[in-house]
């Protein structure tokens, strides 16, 4: 649920501040931010970096092991853990989507305390 919720995050952002973005690759890079199919509260399962740092890259790789994403997209995953990983998203869609992220999961901790 929390992915369906970054990608309504992101198009409420795109269309409350008129921003220019390509949809297609908004949504598909918020739908797949975090497809990295594992239970990062597993500590038996040999990552050895923090999820934190690790799961963008781990979903990149199953989305394109699984689907046809374009380099907008890729950005979009790779990114969007931003400033926790050093390197920003190049793109405005990936600047979204890492924006929505923070909101969508602050809203959900909130909610679970």
Not at 53 to 64: G, M, V
Request: net charge neutral; charged share 25%.
């Amino acid at each position: 649920m929390h992915s369906v919720s970054v990608a309504y995050m992101s198009c409420y952002i795109a269309e409350k501040y008129n921003l220019s973005v390509d949809y297609y690759s908004l949504i598909t890079g918020a739908l797949l931010h975090d497809y990295f199919l594992y239970d990062w509260h597993d500590k038996e399962d040999g990552h050895k970096r923090p999820h934190g740092f690790y799961h963008p890259s781990a979903a990149l790789a199953n989305a394109e092991r699984d689907f046809e994403i374009n380099s907008r997209t890729k950005n979009i995953i790779k990114r969007h853990m931003f400033p926790l990983t050093p390197i920003p998203p190049v793109c405005l869609e990936g600047w979204v989507v890492c924006i929505a992220d923070k909101i969508c999961s602050t809203k959900e901790t909130i909610k679970r305390h």
